[in-house]
C-alpha cells in the first residue's frame, strides 16, 4: 500500500510539474501577432489595409491561443459552426485575401490539422501584411479578388467582405470558448495590442 501511494504521489507531482510548466510558457512566440506590431509612419492605402491585418491577425491569435480539443469541437448548437469549422472558414478566407493580393490561384492544404491551419492564417496574415505595407497606391488596381467564373471584385470588397468577415469570426470563436469553460484572455488589450502588464 506504501509503495502504492509512493507512486502516486510522485505521478501527482509530476502531472504538477507539467501543468506549471505549460502555463508558464505562455503564448507561442513562434507565430506573428502576440502583439500588433508598431504603426507605420505614414498613412496610405497600403500601411491602413496592413494595420487592419495586424487588428485580425491579433484578434485571431488571442482568440485561438491556449484552446484545446474540447473547445475545437465546441458548437453553439446543431446547426452552427464548431470551433474548428470557424477556424477552417478563416483559413480559407485568409488565402483568398493572400490570392488577391498574391496574385494566385492556391486552394487550401489538405489533411492538415486544427493547429496547422491556425499557424498557417496567422502566418497568412504576416505575408500579406508585408506586402501591403510595400505597395503603392497603384498597386491596389491589381488586388483583385477573381472567381473561378473569370468574374473579378475589387480590393474594397475584401475589406468589407473576408476581411470583416474573419474579424468577425474571431468575435463568434472568443464567444464560443467562453461556453465551453475556456474564456479569452481577460489581459488582452484590443485597443493597444498587447497584454496588460
Given at each position: 500500500?506504501?509503495?502504492?501511494?509512493?507512486?502516486?504521489?510522485?505521478?501527482?507531482?509530476?502531472?504538477?510539474?507539467?501543468?506549471?510548466?505549460?502555463?508558464?510558457?505562455?503564448?507561442?512566440?513562434?507565430?506573428?501577432?502576440?502583439?500588433?506590431?508598431?504603426?507605420?509612419?505614414?498613412?496610405?492605402?497600403?500601411?491602413?489595409?496592413?494595420?487592419?491585418?495586424?487588428?485580425?491577425?491579433?484578434?485571431?491569435?488571442?482568440?485561438?491561443?491556449?484552446?484545446?480539443?474540447?473547445d475545437?469541437?465546441?458548437?453553439?448548437?446543431?446547426?452552427?459552426r464548431?470551433?474548428?469549422?470557424?477556424?477552417?472558414?478563416?483559413?480559407?478566407?485568409?488565402?483568398?485575401?493572400?490570392?488577391?493580393?498574391?496574385?494566385?490561384?492556391?486552394?487550401?492544404?489538405?489533411?492538415?490539422?486544427?493547429?496547422?491551419?491556425?499557424?498557417?492564417v496567422?502566418?497568412?496574415?504576416?505575408?500579406?501584411?508585408?506586402?501591403?505595407?510595400?505597395?503603392?497606391?497603384?498597386?491596389?488596381?491589381?488586388?483583385?479578388?477573381?472567381f473561378?467564373?473569370?468574374?473579378?471584385?475589387?480590393?474594397?470588397?475584401?475589406?468589407?467582405?473576408?476581411?470583416?468577415?474573419?474579424?468577425?469570426?474571431?468575435?463568434?470563436?472568443?464567444?464560443?470558448?467562453?461556453?465551453?469553460?475556456?474564456?479569452?484572455?481577460?489581459?488582452?488589450?484590443?485597443?493597444?495590442?498587447?497584454?496588460?502588464?
Amino acid at each position: 500500500m506504501i509503495r502504492i501511494l509512493k507512486h502516486l504521489s510522485i505521478c501527482i507531482l509530476l502531472f504538477i510539474s507539467a501543468v506549471q510548466g505549460k502555463a508558464q510558457e505562455g503564448p507561442d512566440s513562434t507565430l506573428p501577432y502576440s502583439e500588433v506590431p508598431e504603426y507605420a509612419e505614414n498613412y496610405n492605402a497600403g500601411t491602413v489595409a496592413a494595420r487592419m491585418l495586424d487588428g485580425l491577425g491579433f484578434r485571431f491569435y488571442w482568440a485561438t491561443e491556449g484552446l484545446q480539443k474540447e473547445d475545437f469541437d465546441f458548437r453553439a448548437g446543431e446547426d452552427s459552426r464548431s470551433v474548428a469549422e470557424t477556424i477552417d472558414h478563416i483559413y480559407i478566407m485568409t488565402i483568398m485575401i493572400s490570392n488577391a493580393v498574391n496574385q494566385l490561384s492556391d486552394g487550401p492544404e489538405e489533411g492538415i490539422s486544427v493547429e496547422e491551419k491556425r499557424a498557417s492564417v496567422l502566418k497568412n496574415i504576416h505575408k500579406i501584411n508585408k506586402k501591403l505595407k510595400n505597395s503603392s497606391d497603384e498597386d491596389f488596381e491589381s488586388f483583385n479578388l477573381k472567381f473561378a467564373n473569370g468574374n473579378e471584385l475589387p480590393f474594397w470588397n475584401l475589406i468589407n467582405g473576408p476581411i470583416a468577415d474573419c474579424i468577425w469570426h474571431c468575435g463568434q470563436i472568443v464567444t464560443l470558448r467562453r461556453m465551453s469553460g475556456n474564456p479569452f484572455n481577460p489581459d488582452v488589450s484590443l485597443l493597444n495590442g498587447k497584454l496588460r502588464k
